[in-house]
């Protein structure tokens, strides 16, 4: 099972930008994803790409964050900018194993450790 690990969290004033990275141990699932988890709320989906087609966001990053992979490199990114105090959270990348390629299941996915983003006012 390929194995995720998150890289590029930390704190940042509201207004900022952040770039997360996430490193796969093995060639890579063709739908890919960033999630987080705000302080207690439910794990959300915020971006995803399937191989060769257009990403998806949430409505609330739509124009703030953008999702990128380089396949070369097996890493997915998620460029963050105009943070705002509700985007801290652990934003956890995620590799489907089979499914449709959504934001709004959570099932069926590997998941990396996690990584924090804080945004202060």
């Known amino acids: 099972q390929v194995r995720l690990e998150e890289s590029g969290g930390g704190s940042v004033q509201a207004g900022g930008s952040l770039r997360l990275s996430c490193v796969a141990s093995a060639d890579g699932m063709p739908c890919n994803a960033w999630f987080r988890q705000r302080p207690g709320k439910e794990r959300e989906g915020v971006a995803g790409?399937?191989?060769?087609?257009?990403?998806f966001y949430a409505d609330s990053v739509k124009g703030r964050f953008t999702i990128s992979e380089d396949n070369a490199k097996n890493t997915l990114y998620l460029q963050m900018n105009n943070l705002k105090p509700e985007d801290t959270a652990m934003y956890y990348c995620a590799a489907l194993r089979g499914g449709r390629c959504s934001l709004d299941s959570r099932e069926n996915y590997v998941w990396g450790q996690g990584t924090q983003v804080t945004v202060s006012s």
């Open positions: 790409v399937l191989f060769g087609s257009t990403p």
